[in-house]
């Protein structure tokens, strides 16, 4: 069993930036696939952007591409999601989420293990 936990939410004006934390538990960082997930209120939880363990393979969607970046650090045993240029329609529920595969999906099913989230609210 993998613990994540989600740190970094707060509010911020549009066009401010923040910085999100998932740390894990550790056992097997280093081979799952990370992700970051987000839903709004009477929204289905949405994929944002994940990272391969193998290669460090990263994807996004489309809608943060250019403006959220994930990273990883191994020594750490931390995921990061940097978010820039946010916007009001950023604002969100973010999880943070692992996969015991090396291969990055969208659908949240996939993910094995999930954090309880932080919220995340733009203010325009």
Avoid at 40 to 51: L, M, S, T
Avoid at 65 to 81: E, H, Q, S
Avoid at 108 to 118: H, K, V
Wanted: with cysteine.
């Amino acid at each position: 069993q993998e613990h994540l936990v989600e740190s970094g939410g707060g509010l911020v004006q549009a066009g401010g930036s923040l910085r999100l934390t998932c740390t894990t538990s550790g056992r097997a960082f280093s081979s799952y696939t990370m992700g970051w997930f987000r839903q709004a209120p009477g929204k289905e939880r949405e994929f944002v952007a994940a990272i391969t363990a193998i290669g460090g393979v990263t994807d996004h969607a489309d809608s943060v591409k250019g403006r959220f970046t994930a990273d990883r650090d191994y020594a750490k045993n931390t995921l990061y999601l940097i978010m820039n240029n946010l916007k009001p329609e950023d604002t969100a529920v973010y999880y943070c989420a692992a996969r015991q595969v090396n291969t990055i999906v969208f659908n949240p099913a996939a993910y094995d293990y999930w954090g309880q989230g932080t919220q995340v609210t733009v203010s325009s």
